[in-house]
């Protein structure tokens, strides 16, 4: 079993849709958890890290639930600019070893 | 801030050649790590460092080799290519912190023919 699991898509959708990214971490001790974006051929970039409690920046929500061991991502009224894959990262404890899912990719369409 | 910065940007190498990929970052931070990014795999861990003269091995190290001699500076050693190693590699670092996430340079596109 991989240590984070992502669903690859592609995920579909037209402008303004929402739509929501699953991923599933399988080291119950882990201590940190993340949502890169990474655009075609370029670096991953963080784009916001989840906590315990949800949290929301603009358009996207991060919730984690730790007892099912699943982080999601919500993007609501989507732009074409949010096309790009969405990689699921944990950090299992010590020493800043992330671990990162293969991504799910995201097209958006007008 | 320049953050972090690989080079070369792109290599193509044979068989059995060696090469460093460099990487520098100007933002003083102690954790470093360098990662290959294949298709439908993820980035996996190469190897790491949590400060100058402290590195050790994620969970692909082999045929690879690193040192860090200052905080800036962290390069990637490929003793002898093998194709299996065509890749796309990336440097990042960060300050530290759980909720600190990395900072990553720009990658290096690596074929080994």
């Known amino acids: 079993r991989k240590e984070v699991e992502q669903d690859p898509g592609p995920f579909n959708v037209p402008e303004g849709a929402t739509v929501a990214f699953n991923c599933t971490y399988s080291?119950?001790?882990?201590?940190?958890f993340f949502w890169y974006r990474q655009d075609c051929r370029k670096e991953p970039k963080l784009l916001m890290s989840?906590?315990?409690s949800g949290n929301e920046d603009g358009r996207f929500t991060a919730q984690l639930n730790r007892a099912s061991q699943y982080i999601s991502l919500l993007i609501r009224d989507s732009k074409l600019s949010d096309s790009a894959t969405y990689l699921c990262?944990?950090?299992?404890?010590?020493?800043?070893?992330?671990?990162f899912g293969a991504g799910t990719r995201l097209a958006v369409h007008p | 801030n320049a953050g972090v910065t690989q080079t070369p940007k792109f290599q193509v190498l044979k068989t059995g050649q060696s090469m460093t990929l460099q990487c520098a970052q100007d933002?003083?931070?102690?954790?470093m790590s360098w990662y290959r990014q294949d298709p439908g795999m993820g980035l996996r861990l190469i190897h790491y460092?949590?400060?100058?003269?402290?590195?050790d091995q994620g969970e692909v190290p082999n045929g690879y080799n690193v040192s860090r001699s200052t905080t800036e500076d962290f390069p990637l050693r490929l003793l002898s290519a093998a194709p299996s190693q065509t890749s796309v590699y990336f440097c990042?670092?960060?300050?530290?912190?759980?909720?600190?996430?990395?900072?990553f340079g720009s990658g290096t596109r690596l074929t080994v023919v």
């Open positions: 990262v944990v950090n299992p404890g010590g020493y800043n070893k992330l671990i």
């Open positions: 460092s949590v400060g100058a003269g402290i590195t």
């Open positions: 080291n119950s001790a882990s201590q940190s």
């Open positions: 989840v906590y315990s």
């Open positions: 990042a670092s960060t300050s530290g912190g759980l909720n600190y996430g990395y900072t």
């Open positions: 933002m003083n931070h102690e954790y």
